[in-house]
């Protein structure tokens, strides 16, 4: 395997997570839910974190199972799953090397989970894994982020800038992100740092982490290729989670693909 896991989230970022990450401005969570309703079956949420997916898709019935690298995003899903008397298995394992046993009608990568993986490598064997565990008319649906902005303004590079400011709890706490993003536009690959902190009413930082990861990003045709070379076929790529293909302009690819 190569040395970069998808990210195992913890400390700090892992606590901050939904109020950074848990928006849905492009309404994915509600594509997913459609999908979900049309393909039928039992489903797996790869990368599901908190839940910020599994957990509509489990409340509009959905056989859902869940499956996430973070210890800490396991434990917060298993006890939100509990509190909201859902039924689902959250499992903590890894997406390169997964064997449940078992297969899935669906299998969802929400948000930018497969674009944690930074080595072809490991690519390669995440998708096998996915093949594997999918039925003859399974379907494979992913999420994908293109940082169009980043790539064009090559003066950012290397610049901290505010990313999120929220306010937290009832005693006029606050939240931040900063984040430093450096692009090797040859590789497609973005080295991220972001600064999380936790302020006081008064302004004084009482927590802090910093934290690194790295993301790919792809282009479709790269995709097709990539994806016909793992065993897929019936690839459809999506703009924004809406109904035209993915072309520029578009924030977001929603990619499907069926076994062969």
């Given at each position: ?9 913890n ?41 910020r ?23 917060e899903c298993?006890?939100?799953v ?8 959250i ?8 064997d ?10 929400p ?57 937290i ?15 090797d536009?040859?590789e ?41 070379s ?11 989670f ?12 929603a ?6």
């Amino acid at each position: 395997m190569g040395s970069m896991s998808y990210k195992d989230y913890n400390g700090l970022e892992a606590e901050l997570y939904d109020i950074f990450r848990g928006g849905d401005e492009l309404d994915e969570i509600g594509f997913y839910s459609e999908v979900a309703a049309d393909q039928g079956g039992n489903c797996l949420d790869l990368g599901c974190g908190t839940g910020r997916v599994l957990l509509p898709l489990a409340r509009q019935g959905i056989h859902i199972t869940g499956l996430d690298a973070s210890q800490f995003m396991v434990e917060e899903c298993r006890a939100r799953v509990a509190a909201e008397g859902l039924s689902a298995e959250i499992l903590h394992d890894d997406m390169r090397t997964f064997d449940l046993g078992r297969q899935f009608d669906l299998i969802l990568l929400p948000g930018a989970t497969f674009q944690l993986l930074e080595e072809r490598e490991d690519v390669i064997s995440a998708l096998q894994q996915v093949r594997a565990h999918l039925l003859p008319d399974g379907l494979m649906l992913m999420s994908l982020f293109i940082p169009y902005y980043e790539i064009v303004h090559e003066s950012l590079d290397g610049v901290w800038r505010l990313e999120r400011d929220e306010a937290i709890g009832n005693d006029g706490q606050r939240a931040i992100c900063h984040v430093c993003a450096d692009l090797d536009r040859c590789e497609q690959v973005m080295d991220l740092r972001h600064r999380f902190e936790v302020i006081d009413r008064s302004g004084v930082t009482v927590k802090s982490e910093l934290k690194r990861s790295r993301l790919r990003w792809y282009g479709k045709y790269e995709l097709e290729l990539l994806l016909a070379s793992a065993g897929f076929q019936s690839v459809e790529i999506l703009g924004d989670f809406g109904d035209e293909q993915a072309g520029d302009g578009h924030a977001a690819m929603a990619v499907f693909a069926k076994r062969k």
